[in-house]
């Protein structure tokens, strides 16, 4: 703590903490209470942030390190994009570090840049005695693409820089032996560099450190902002758009020669868990909810019903009926309106259906899970027992139906096999949750020891 808040009393410190870190109060906030400027609290508390970041040691514990209370600050100063001026040629402007970065380092020469954070991220991945089976690591330089947004041009180079960074510090950590690093991006975007400012659309002209001029042009905002003919203010509206031009991949490592400059987007799937060793084929993913298992658990908590093992799945459809009474509906997970839809797998965890208050002792229900992409269905028959006394508890697991059938309930799903994605289907539903996660360009890191051959 003392290295966290050096320049504040021991009182101002633990009531700083007290307000920002466990209230989740406002810098300004905590700054207005504490009596102190909002410049003094926010360097103290980026003071903390360098030296928590630093003195991470693995625990066993997942970490969770919150930076900032919105975006970080870039690497380079913001700077500003407007129309087309042959004043702005006689004055190029050349991109000026940020005070404000997390990558400067403090008298402690501690600092928290992207390049710190995969430093970081990979010891605390190695210390892990799990990573001997492998792990993966994604690193996302995600304020290129908002500066690009912005029309920043300084901000993305510096971000673009700080990506490379990372790059390097992971390079720097891992055997490539049997490691495989992938560099890419989810989309193009809207800046050019081109010989001259064009006329129709914004631009800014740079020194670059060569001391030759670059001119970055943007020309996707869907309105003209009247700032952009302002020189002082320049372009602020932040709805740069998206472009659809090819983006570039490469890869090093076991694996990399799947990656040849250009890639089908689902591909990355497949060359990611083929690096993992894990299953990557549509029969191979639904094999992984072979295993699957439902049990009626009562306890001083309620009445719930307790599933696990549908790996092979990204969700399940469940009922729990009364065959007594018509197959009236008592649960369920609602209607099923696409291929995805349904309550999202846990992998490896235990899921619960809450039956508390639903059963009648001695009566026999039937529960019904169906997983959505393997087409996996559990349906089991429990006779409901007496509810649980004090700290007593009860695994009740039932019996097996056989061939259940297509069982459809009140809501209209289909509790049987239903579904199933074919081989397309399937890889795009594992890879979207990987790919909407990279904003402009993004490092993923895999590392895979003792793969089975």
Not at 78 to 102: F, G, H, M, R, Y
Not at 135 to 148: R, Y
Not at 176 to 204: C, G, R
Not at 253 to 266: E, F, K, W
Request: charged share 25%.
């Amino acid at each position: 703590m003392g290295t966290c808040y050096s320049h504040l009393s021991p009182d101002e410190r633990i009531r700083i903490e007290r307000l920002h870190c466990e209230q989740g109060l406002s810098v300004r906030e905590t700054a207005r209470l504490v009596g102190r400027d909002k410049a003094t609290v926010s360097r103290e508390l980026k003071r903390g942030l360098w030296f928590a970041l630093n003195a991470l040691e693995y625990t066993g514990k997942p970490v969770l390190a919150l930076m900032a209370e919105g975006n970080l600050q870039t690497q380079f100063a913001p700077s500003v994009a407007t129309k087309k001026d042959p004043a702005k040629d006689e004055d190029p402007i050349q991109c000026a570090v940020n005070p404000d970065w997390l990558g400067n380092k403090n008298a402690n020469g501690n600092s928290a840049s992207l390049a710190d954070m995969t430093d970081k991220a990979i010891d605390l991945l190695q210390a892990n005695p799990k990573s001997r089976n492998g792990f993966f690591l994604q690193v996302e330089g995600a304020s290129i693409d908002k500066q690009d947004h912005n029309a920043n041009a300084c901000g993305q180079i510096g971000e673009t820089d700080d990506l490379d960074k990372a790059i390097s510090a992971a390079l720097k950590k891992v055997d490539l032996k049997d490691t495989l690093i992938i560099v890419t991006a989810d989309h193009a975007h809207t800046s050019q560099i081109v010989n001259e400012p064009p006329a129709y659309a914004l631009s800014t002209i740079l020194v670059n450190k060569l001391g030759e001029r670059m001119v970055v042009s943007y020309g996707t905002a869907p309105s003209a902002d009247p700032d952009a003919a302002d020189p002082t203010k320049g372009y602020g509206q932040g709805d740069m758009e998206h472009t659809g031009t090819q983006l570039r991949i490469a890869a090093s490592g076991p694996g990399a020669q799947r990656v040849n400059g250009l890639t089908d987007q689902t591909d990355n799937f497949f060359t990611i868990a083929n690096a993992l060793d894990l299953a990557e084929t549509t029969d191979q993913m639904k094999t992984l909810s072979d295993g699957a298992d439902a049990n009626l658990v009562v306890d001083e908590k309620g009445q719930r019903v307790e599933f696990s093992g549908f790996n092979g799945d990204a969700s399940v459809t469940y009922t729990v009926t009364d065959p007594t009474n018509g197959d009236a509906v008592i649960a369920t997970s609602g209607e099923a309106t696409d291929p995805v839809s349904g309550v999202r797998v846990r992998t490896d965890q235990t899921m619960s259906i809450d039956l508390t208050g639903k059963l009648t002792e001695g009566k026999t229900y039937r529960v019904t899970i169906t997983g959505r992409q393997s087409g996996k269905v559990v349906a089991k028959d429990f006779q409901a027992p007496a509810a649980a006394a004090g700290d007593d508890s009860q695994v009740v697991p039932g019996e097996t139906v056989e061939n259940p059938g297509d069982n459809t309930s009140a809501a209209g799903q289909q509790t049987g096999v239903a579904g199933v994605l074919d081989k397309t289907g399937s890889a795009i539903a594992a890879v979207v949750v990987l790919i909407a996660a990279l904003v402009s360009t993004a490092l993923a890191l895999k590392t895979v020891k003792g793969r089975r051959h």
